[in-house]
T-cell receptor, first 117, second 110 residues
Framework: DAGVTQSPTHLIKTRGQQVTLRCSPK?????VSWYQQALGQGPQFIFQ???????QRGNFPDRFSGHQFPNYSSELNVNALLLGDSALYLC????????????????FGPGTRLTVT | RKEVEQDPGPFNVPEGATVAFNCTYS??????FFWYRQDCRKEPKLLMS???SGNEDGRFTAQLNRASQYISLLIRDSKLSDSATYLC???????????FGGGTRLMVKP
């Protein structure tokens, strides 16, 4: 049973550039959430996608956008990169179907470490 | 005030010790609660969900006090492999965003 996968593993970009990160959810999951984790802090929610639409958004600027495909995989796009965007970007998948006490648990991929110089 | 607060530690304990982590959350409407474990430069891994009745999984016990908006995690008989950062996590709306505490670092020493 494949878990959540993300690509690329690492990425180095220059200020002002654009980046696209990719995520494939765990088998059987249909919901994808994206988080940003700065060094020494807990992850911060960026947004969540379900049925190819953004369902909820955290406190991130419009430079952060996303997409979900019919196969439930997802992309995170960040435009006009700033030095402060350097972080670990985590994708988490979950099922929209509540399955008893374990419903709505989110499982994380290994993350993409983005460095902006 | 942070929505989910944890003591950052580090907690340095010897093997075999019992250690307890606490967490408070600000939104009384929060619905679901979790503990995640995160190793250095790795992704968070779900350790256990936390239920109102309290729950236990081997050496790990989680408790929830909704009245005090307080969550705890107890680790008994600590192992070297328990060394990690433990993240307290709250879900305000079922299925949607997770709000993480800053994490508590645990170091178990021989």
């Amino acid at each position: 049973d494949a878990g959540v996968t993300q690509s690329p593993t690492h990425l180095i970009k220059t200020r002002g550039q654009q980046v696209t990160l990719r995520c494939s959810p765990k088998s059987g999951h249909d919901t994808v959430s994206w988080y940003q984790q700065a060094l020494g802090q807990g992850p911060q929610f960026i947004f969540q996608y379900y049925e190819e639409e953004e369902r909820q958004r955290g406190n991130f600027p419009d430079r952060f956008s996303g997409h979900q495909f019919p196969n439930y995989s997802s992309e995170l796009n960040v435009n006009a990169l700033l030095l402060g965007d350097s972080a670990l970007y985590l994708c988490a998948s979950s099922s929209s179907i509540g399955l008893g006490r374990n419903s709505y648990e989110q499982y994380f991929g290994p993350g993409t470490r983005l460095t902006v110089t | 005030r942070k929505e989910v607060e944890q003591d950052p530690g580090p907690f340095n304990v010897p093997e075999g010790a019992t250690v307890a982590f606490n967490c408070t959350y600000s939104n009384s409407a929060s619905q679901s609660f979790f503990w995640y474990r995160q190793d250095c430069r790795k992704e968070p891994k779900l350790l256990m969900s936390v239920y109102s009745s309290g729950n236990e999984d081997g050496r790990f016990t989680a408790q929830l006090n909704r009245a005090s908006q307080y969550i705890s995690l107890l680790i008994r008989d600590s192992k070297l492999s328990d060394s990690a950062t433990y993240l307290c996590v709250v879900n305000e709306n079922a299925g949607n965003m997770l709000t993480f505490g800053g994490g508590t670092r645990l170091m178990v020493k021989p």
